[in-house]
Each structure stands twice: as C-alpha cells, then as structure tokens.
C-alpha cells in the first residue's frame, strides 16, 4: 500500500506545480491616453496577432469620447465582436478611462492580450466557448479565469 501512495503523492505534487507554473499573470488595466488611438490588437500568448480593427471615433453630448473598432481576423474577416473606449471629457475626474472588449470564437480558455497603437494595456482569458465580455476601468482588474 506505501508503494502505491508514495507515487501518488508525488504525482499530485507535481500535478499542482505544472498549474500553478502555468497561470497567467494577472495586471491591473493601463490605458494611458488612448485619446488618439486608432488600431488595436489581439494577441495570442506567443504575441501573434489573431484579430485586428481601426478605431473610429466620436463624441457624444457630454464630450466624452467613444472609440470603436470591428475586428478582423488574419485572413481579413469579419468576426462577431469588436473592442471599445470610453474617454471621459476633461474635466470628469470622477470617470476613468474604460475598455470593453466582447468577441466570440477565440481559442476556448486561452489567455489574449489587448494591444493598441503597439502598447499592451491588458490581458483576458476566455471561457470554454472562447468567448470574452469584459467591461474595466483604468487600474481594474481583469478575471484571471471566467
């Protein structure tokens, strides 16, 4: 029985090391000033370009400006989903810069990187469809796992 368990036990401990190893590091959001942006990038973990859109802008009522971009993939598609901004006026202290990103049919559980203008500004992972909807604010958080 000793000679079964002693296995066991390090095959476990291994086990939990391996995922441990293999988590993604998660960081807070940093948009920076993303006022003038006009690309932004989804990158996979060995930072290949997966899908890509131009932003277009506007200005709503209030000055804050709004930034959205349709996604294309690497053979030039159109995928379902798109990333936005949200730029508060100056002035709005009590607003941060906001990222929203929602796609669907990435790679299941797999961990991206949003990237705009050539600078990373965060990571997600998808769930078991491979699909992403995540709202955050500069400095937020994002799920380390749906």
């Known amino acids: 029985m000793v000679w079964l368990l002693v296995p066991c036990v390090l095959l476990a401990a ?29 990158r996979d973990d060995q930072g290949v370009t997966v899908l ?3 932003f277009r802008s506007r200005t709503d009522a209030l000055g804050n400006t709004e930034k959205d971009a349709a996604l294309l993939d690497r053979q030039g598609r159109r995928v379902i989903g798109e990333v936005e901004l949200e730029i508060p006026a100056s002035g709005r202290s009590d607003r941060q810069p906001e990222l929203e990103v929602d796609i669907i049919e990435l790679k299941p559980n797999a961990t991206f990187t949003v990237v705009i203008d050539d600078i990373p500004v965060g990571r997600f992972t998808t769930d078991d469809r491979g699909s992403i909807d995540v709202e955050l604010q500069e400095g937020e958080l994002p799920l380390a796992s749906p």
């Open 14 to 42: 291994a086990g939990m090391a391996i995922g441990v190893a293999q988590s993604p590091t998660v960081t807070p959001i940093a948009l920076g000033n993303v006022s003038d942006a006009s690309v932004v990038e989804i």
């Open 52 to 54: 890509s859109g131009e």
